[in-house]
T-cell receptor, first 116, second 114 residues
Framework: AQTVTQSQPEMSVQEAETVTLSCTYD???????LFWYKQPPSRQMILVIR??????QNATENRFSVNFQKAAKSFSLKISDSQLGDAAMYFC?????????????FGKGTRLSVIA | DTAVSQTPKYLVTQMGNDKSIKCEQN?????MYWYKQDSKKFLKIMFS???????INETVPNRFSPKSPDKAHLNLHINSLELGDSAVYFC?????????????FGPGTRLTVT
């Protein structure tokens, strides 16, 4: 079974600075997808960014980018120019490829605080 | 227009009661899921349905019974509620196709069993 590990239960960053959240995963599959979800206090799950395992290029979405190291099974999230609205729980998630209706396997989350 | 909606958003009930949570998606997706988020924020899959058919049933007590009347709806019925059932329950949906297209989540239902 696949597992996802987020080793940082809590992180903090100064407003306008950069922070990196770590995620490692364990799988024997070659076809899979990785995601970062954000959960603010409203508890809504919001997709931040996704990465296809077959793509070598790291995904970016505005201030959010990932460092995908397939051989090391590492998938970290970098948030640049941090804003107060970035404060939330961040979950790394894994999804098997294939049919496209496989469930997400989540890490335990990292709580990010942004200091003004 | 809400993509994935759940009702109710909050549910407080006593041990031993039976309750239901409803989920509807208007995205035209063919797969729907129930996830449970426990008090430590850990999210785990409970069930998934594809075209109204159950395809994933994790080790969930049989007091939990999902029902999908059509592709757009997935309800969760819980019998004989226990204190340990207190959690946030998320419904999600996605479209079956090759590719890691994301799942869209509902707002969650916070269930409190007293």
């Amino acid at each position: 079974a696949q597992t996802v590990t987020q080793s940082q239960p809590e992180m903090s960053v100064q407003e306008a600075e950069t922070v990196t959240l770590s995620c490692t995963y364990d799988t024997s599959e070659s076809d899979y997808y990785l995601f970062w979800y954000k959960q603010p206090p409203s508890r809504q799950m919001i997709l931040v960014i996704r990465q296809e395992a077959y793509k070598q290029q790291n995904a970016t979405e505005n201030r959010f980018s990932v460092n995908f190291q397939k051989a090391a099974k590492s998938f970290s999230l970098k948030i640049s120019d941090s804003q107060l609205g970035d404060a939330a729980m961040y979950f790394c998630a894994y999804r098997s490829g294939g049919s496209g209706n496989t469930p997400l396997v989540f890490g335990k989350g990292t709580r990010l605080s942004v200091i003004a | 227009d809400t993509a994935v909606s759940q009702t109710p958003k909050y549910l407080v009930t006593q041990m031993g009661n039976d309750k239901s949570i409803k989920c509807e998606q208007n995205l035209g997706h063919d797969t729907m899921y129930w996830y449970k988020q426990d008090s430590k924020k850990f999210l785990k899959i409970m069930f998934s349905y594809n075209n109204k058919e159950l395809i994933i049933n994790e080790t969930v007590p049989n007091r939990f019974s999902p029902k999908s009347p059509d592709k757009a709806h997935l309800n969760l019925h819980i019998n004989s509620l226990e204190l340990g059932d207190s959690a946030v329950y998320f419904c999600a949906s996605s479209q079956t196709r090759t590719g890691g297209y994301e799942q869209y989540f509902g707002p969650g239902t916070r269930l409190t069993v007293t």
